[in-house]
Each structure stands twice: as C-alpha cells, then as structure tokens.
C-alpha cells in the first residue's frame, strides 16, 4: 500500500456518546437538541478550505432525521461510510441483532445518497471476529474499527497483520493508527487523545506512525469541535473529564493538521489493498462480490 494519510469523521450527536450513556437514556433521544448538522457542516467546510478528502462513517440514526446533510457529504466529493444505526456496541450485540442493523444503516444511506457505502465503523471500535463475515456478506467491503490501543472497549480482530490489510479475500480491514513503543500500542489515531495531548506532542506522534506504518489514519467526532455543546449532570469523575477535555482547542488543532498534511479517504486506502470490484450483485439491500 503505498504511504498516505486517510481523514475520517465519526458522524454522531453529543448526546449518543458511550461515556454519556449512565446520564442520558437511549429513549430520550428524541428530545435532544441535534447540533450534529451545524458541526458537520463546519466540518465540510474546513476539509474544503484545505482541499482534504475525509470519509465520513454516518449513523444511521442521524441519517434518518438528517438526509439532506448525507447528501451534502457526499455533493463535496467525500466517502459515505457506516457508523450502523444505533450506536449499540457490537460486543453487547448478537449476531441476528448485529446483521440487522448494518443492513439497515446501509440500506438507508445507500437510499438517500443513491451511492454505494463500502466501509463500516464499529460504535467505540468494539469489533468483534464474528462480526467480519457477517459484514462482508451484507455487502461492505472493508472495516475501520481496529483500534490496537488499550481501551476496555476496545475490540480486537485476529488476522490483523498491518495497518491495513485483507481479512478475507475481498474484505480489508484499515486500523485506526496507533504508536509502537517498545510493547506497547500507544493511541495516536484522534478524539480524545488528541484532545488530551499538546499539539506538537500528537503532530510529533502522526511522523513517528508514518515513518514505522507508512500509512495513518485519523478520526474525530463533529461533537468535538463544540465546546457549548449542552454539559450533563450525573457524570463520574472520568466520564465527564474523557468527554470535555479541551473541547475548546480542537477545532483550532484540527484545521492546523489538516493543514500540514495531504488526506484521502479510508475507503482508498482499501482498494489500495484490494484492487477494483470486477462485479456487484444487489440483492435486498446488500451488494456482493460476483
């Protein structure tokens, strides 16, 4: 694969955040104020500015009440990937319950924006082995939710030989970066690390993984770059200080790497792996390798 640096956009509300769930239940969503559009959108336009391609992993659940920011995704020219719909971790999900949410986050993003969506990204990276074939049968062509950096939701995936690379004949799987020190994985791939980090402490990071990978890969949330984002009561300690750390900073962060770098899209960096599909057979919202 040749050297690159791929940009990627978790496409969630503040309110659908793991370290959020103890305060705020999944049935009241709905009553939540959306500022997911307003970020977005801020977001469309720096990676405009800076003329930066970025694949954007949407939620279903967004999608369905905000169809006409999917479509403006994808108008700027940037990939159009999965976040599955519900933003339930796949580990705390069975295999019929799994399946049936890629299918229908794929089904309606493929919908509204009338493209074909290649990529999926596990909820907080929880990818699980058993979920692989399921995602590769239900049409998606490669994963994004690797992440080999100690966290207890973390998933691991076996196979995994590189940065990126094929799973399955035909299936790649595109880590999120991490740092190699000695025996440890330390994680360099974005949201709250580098939120936490000084600015040239991660950018010193971001050379370091190019020069051992030749490749990095980047993610961020649109709730990220809002620090007046409404603030929740009934938190712990770490929950709240995880999830408001230098809200205030990351935007200004943001454009400056975005600056210093050329990004693709994920999605590149898995054909970069696989090669070109010869062939696509669509049949009940699923697209399959002929």
């Known amino acids: 694969m040749r050297p690159g640096l791929a940009m990627s956009i978790d496409v969630e509300d503040w309110f659908q955040v793991e370290n959020l769930k103890p305060a705020i239940p999944r049935e009241t969503w709905d009553r939540r104020s959306l500022r997911v559009e ?13 003329d930066a391609q970025a694949t954007f992993f949407v939620l279903g659940w967004v999608a369905r009440r905000c169809p006409q920011l999917v479509r403006e995704i994808t108008a700027a020219g940037h990939e159009l990937a999965s976040h599955g719909y519900g933003h339930e971790l ?3 999900q069975t295999p019929d319950t799994f399946r049936a949410d890629v299918i229908r986050a794929k089904g309606l993003l493929e919908d509204i924006s009338g493209v074909e969506v290649r990529g999926y990204r596990a909820p907080s990276f929880s990818i699980t082995d058993w979920a692989i074939p399921i995602l590769q049968d239900t049409g998606h062509r490669y994963d994004s939710s690797c992440f080999p950096a100690p966290h207890p939701r973390y998933g691991r995936l076996s196979g995994v030989t590189g940065p990126a690379c094929e799973l399955r004949p035909g299936f790649v799987e595109v880590c999120v970066s991490s740092l190699r020190a000695g025996p440890l ?26 020069k051992q990978a030749g490749s990095y890969v980047f993610y961020l949330h649109p709730w990220e770059i809002d620090p007046d984002q409404p603030r929740v009561s009934g938190l712990g300690v770490l929950a709240k200080w995880r999830h408001y750390v230098n809200l205030g900073k990351a935007e200004a962060r943001w454009r400056r790497l975005l600056g210093r770098h050329r990004w693709r899209t994920v999605g590149e960096m898995a054909l970069a792996v696989s ?3 010869k062939k696509t057979i669509s049949r009940d919202n699923t697209q399959m390798a002929a």
């Open 38 to 50: 307003t970020n977005t959108r801020r977001m469309l336009a720096m990676l405009d500015e800076h």
């Open 90 to 92: 796949v580990s705390r």
């Open 275 to 277: 090669g070109p599909r």
């Open 185 to 210: 994985n330390l994680p360099m791939g974005g949201g709250g690390y580098f939120r936490l980090l000084p600015g040239c402490v991660f950018e010193q990071g971001v050379r370091r993984v190019l």
